[in-house]
């Protein structure tokens, strides 16, 4: 197709030049100082990192500039039908294959903004549990305890349910306490929660309890709960089995301790 069969020149005069001079002007104007309005505006966002103030300004900028070629084609009498077509066949072909993209930025808005999740927060999304070393426009990069490296989609992140360990009162844990000493309850309770109450790592407040689980005719189960530190659940909970069992010894109190409780067992309990 050849320029002169969809543009006339013939109908161009001085006044079509002074427009055309006049748009373009206006146009890299506009596109100048558009940026740095969608860069001041979006900067005023709690929580919006500037990388994606920048690339909201740079996709306002090329829509001014399309915008200022579609009039000077318009002045120049172009029949932009045509041109029309073919934007939205590019459009939808785009937006077709940027989707997932699409999606996981407009999470990782979400996320800046609402701020679920923080650099060097403990989560658990995902079936993936780790600290979150980054939050990029693609998904949130998380650690593991084991040194793995996880990327996690932004889009899936925001619709799955998604656990911050990170909190001003520390996360909680429990110990299973098996005891068959029935007519020393008393006793065996004040041991252990003297002894978690000074083993480090475990926080004063919430302060550690004791509750009763199950019961049969020879035995006692029990949960021993206490709060300690995010991420820090395997080692505080090793440090009060130790401790506790050290002070059950010497206090000549028989029980058993299991970190973490084991699960339920399939079969049931005895018959009383």
């Known amino acids: 197709m050849k320029i002169g069969s969809w543009i006339d020149f013939g109908a161009i005069s001085g006044w079509t030049i002074v427009w ?18 969608v860069v001041r505006l979006l900067g005023r966002v709690d929580g919006l990192s500037d990388d994606y103030a920048v690339t909201a300004a740079r996709l306002a900028g090329y829509l001014v500039v399309l915008l200022g070629i579609g009039t000077c084609l318009t002045i120049l009498g172009a029949n932009v039908q045509p041109l029309l077509v073919v934007t939205l066949i590019v459009a939808l072909v785009a937006f077709l294959a940027l989707r997932g993209v699409a999606d996981n930025f407009g999470a990782s808005l979400v996320l800046q903004t609402r701020k679920p999740v923080r650099l060097g927060d403990l989560v658990d999304s995902l079936d993936h549990t780790g600290t979150v070393v ?44 098996r005891t068959t000493a029935l007519d020393h309850v008393d006793a065996l309770r004040d041991t252990l929660l003297g002894t978690v109450r000074h083993t480090a790592g475990v926080r004063p407040d919430p302060p550690p309890d004791l509750v009763w689980v199950a019961s049969s005719p020879e035995r006692l189960v029990g949960r021993l709960r206490f709060w300690h530190g995010p991420g820090s659940g395997t080692s505080v909970a090793s440090a009060v089995v130790l401790a506790a069992s050290a002070a ?20 049931p309990p005895p018959e009383l």
Request: hydrophobic share 40%.
């Open 248 to 267: 059950l010894r010497e206090a000549e109190l028989a029980a058993s301790l299991s970190a973490p409780p084991p699960p339920p067992a399939l079969s």
């Open 20 to 37: 055309l001079v006049v748009v373009g002007v206006a146009t890299w104007l506009a596109a100048r100082y558009g940026r740095r309005a």
């Open 134 to 177: 980054e939050l990029n426009g693609r998904s949130m990069v998380l650690r593991t305890f084991d040194g793995r490296v996880v990327h996690l989609p932004n889009g899936k992140v925001l619709s799955e349910p998604l656990v911050n360990h990170s909190s001003r009162t520390g996360n909680r844990s429990e110990v299973e306490v």
